[in-house]
Nanobody, 124 residues
Framework: VQLQASGGGLVQAGGSLRLSCAASGRTFSRQTVAWFRQTPGNEREFVAALRWNGYTYYADSVKDRFTISGNNAKNTVYLQMNSLRPEDTADYYC???????????????????WGQGTQVTVSS
């Protein structure tokens, strides 16, 4: 599956953005789709994941501010980001894999398919 991430940009602290991850070549059916983020010199950090059964998982740092959701008809997964903070600034990546087990859902190395990054900058 090919993934295309979009929706990043520059926003003031307290603002909102919605990222999109569109799949082509294959649907998201029976896959786990996740968002990770990365800042220079750091490893990719888990943000949120949506399992094929509808269950969602979040990093503690974004819980209650970010929401991951999917639109099967559009084959797209979204990350709604509210109450953004300067520390949310990063390149955001979406990833998908049909074989992620629950205990590995936060591990970037377990995902085989990645989209390109979309940059999110939150100014103070």
């Amino acid at each position: 599956v090919q993934l295309q991430a979009s929706g990043g940009g520059l926003v003031q602290a307290g603002g909102s953005l919605r990222l999109s991850c569109a799949a082509s070549g294959r649907t998201f059916s029976r896959q786990t789709v996740a968002w990770f983020r990365q800042t220079p010199g750091n490893e990719r950090e888990f943000v949120a994941a949506l399992r094929w059964n509808g269950y969602t998982y979040y990093a503690d740092s974004v819980k209650d501010r970010f929401t991951i959701s999917g639109n099967n008809a559009k084959n797209t997964v979204y990350l709604q980001m509210n109450s953004l903070r300067p520390e949310d600034t990063a390149d955001y990546y979406c990833a998908a894999d049909p074989s992620i087990i629950l205990s590995s859902i936060r591990m970037s190395q377990q995902y085989d398919n990645w989209g390109q990054g979309t940059q999110v900058t939150v100014s103070s």
